[in-house]
Nanobody, 127 residues
Framework: QVQLVESGGGLVQAGGSLRLSCLAS????????MGWFRQAPGKEREFVAA????????YYTASVKGRFTISRDNVKNTVFLQMDTLKPEDTAVYFC????????????????????WGQGTQVTVSS
């Protein structure tokens, strides 16, 4: 069993930055693909970014590419989402997720492929 705990959300003005963190329990973290998803009020959950187990492969949804950066520290069992140039449309609850199929080189954007989820952290961007 893997537990994921997000932190770093908050209220920020448009154009500002936030850094989300997701701390994972368990020794196998280093073998998992990790993803970030978000859900805005009244909308379905959507993929934001993912990173493979080595950190060498990343993928972003088009709306955040060039503004968000996903990274990981396998020693600290933590995945990060650096969010810059935030926009009001980035307002959502952000979720961290882990895909437990180990050592996959290609990341997945499909939330059905992720086995473990955190509780989420609220990000609010004011205009």
């Amino acid at each position: 069993q893997v537990q994921l705990v997000e932190s770093g959300g908050g209220l920020v003005q448009a154009g500002g930055s936030l850094r989300l963190s997701c701390l994972a329990s368990g020794r196998a973290f280093g073998s998992y693909t990790m993803g970030w998803f978000r859900q805005a009020p009244g909308k379905e959950r959507e993929f934001v970014a993912a990173i493979n187990w080595t950190g060498g492969s990343t993928y972003y949804t088009a709306s955040v590419k060039g503004r968000f950066t996903i990274s990981r520290d396998n020693v600290k069992n933590t995945v990060f989402l650096q969010m810059d140039t935030l926009k009001p449309e980035d307002t959502a609850v952000y979720f961290c997720a882990a895909e437990s199929a180990p050592f996959r080189l290609v990341v997945t954007t499909n939330d059905d492929d992720y086995d473990y989820w955190g509780q989420g952290t609220q990000v609010t961007v004011s205009s």
